[in-house]
C-alpha cells in the first residue's frame, strides 16, 4: 500500500504493481512523492520516500465526470526491501465480499487523514443498481459500500485499491460528495462508493508498463 503525498502531506492512495509503478486515481495528479513500507505515516524516513518521476493519466480522463479515473506513477527509483507488490485484475465480473485499505478520514467530521493505514470489507453493489441512483456514472466503473451499509472510504482514500482475492479489481474514485462519508442507516445515503474498474484498463495499464509510460 502507497501513500501518496505532497508537500509531506498525504493526499491519496496507490498500489505497487511493479517494483517502480503505483496505480491510482487520475484525480490525485497533483501528488510529488510516494511512501512505501509503513502503516504508520508517522513512521515513514526519508528510505521509504520516493520521488515521482512520471506521471501518466489516461488520455480520456474527464476531471468533471471522473470517467477514466485512472493514473500511472512512475518512481525515481525502484522499490527497495521488503516491499511486496500486488496483482491487478485479469478477468471481470467481480462479486460478494472485498476488502478497501487506505489512510483516509475516518468519520464524517475529521479534517485530515488517519495516521495507522485503516481497511474494511465492502460488498460490491450491481452495477445497474447503482446506475438508478447515479444516472451520470461513468462506465468501466464498480461500484461497492458507501450508501446506507455501515462501511464505505473517505476523502483521501482516494486512489488507493479495491481487492478481490488478493488483486486489485478497483481504484477508489468517488462518493457522493466532498466530506460525505456517512454510510449509517440513519445517514439516508443512497449512493454506493464508485471506483474505476481496473480490469477494464488492464490493456492500457500493461501498455504503461511496457513502455509507454
Known sequence: MASLQSGGIHMCGGSLIRDNFVLTAAHCEKVDTVVLGTHRLDEANNGMKYSVAKKCKHPSYGSETLANDIMLLKLSRKA????????????????GDCEVAGWG?????????????????????????????????????????????????????????????????????????????????????????????????????????????
Open 105 to 213: 478520514y475516518t468519520d464524517n467530521t475529521s479534517k485530515q487523514p488517519s495516521n495507522e493505514l485503516k481497511k474494511t470489507q465492502v460488498t460490491i453493489i450491481d452495477w445497474n443498481k447503482c446506475k438508478e441512483v447515479w444516472t451520470k456514472i461513468p462506465d468501466k466503473t464498480i461500484c461497492a459500500g458507501g450508501a446506507s451499509t455501515n462501511t464505505g472510504f473517505c476523502q483521501t482514500d482516494s486512489g488507493g485499491p479495491l481487492m478481490c482475492g488478493g488483486v486489485v479489481v478497483g481504484i477508489v474514485s468517488h462518493n457522493e460528495k466532498a466530506n460525505k462519508c456517512d454510510y449509517s442507516e440513519r445517514s439516508k445515503n443512497k449512493f454506493p462508493n464508485v471506483y474505476t474498474d481496473v480490469f477494464a484498463f488492464s490493456q492500457w495499464i500493461n501498455d504503461q508498463l511496457n513502455g509507454e509510460c
Open 80 to 95: 527497495e526491501g521488503k516491499i511486496k507488490t500486488i496483482g491487478f485484475a485479469n478477468n471481470g465480473g467481480v462479486s
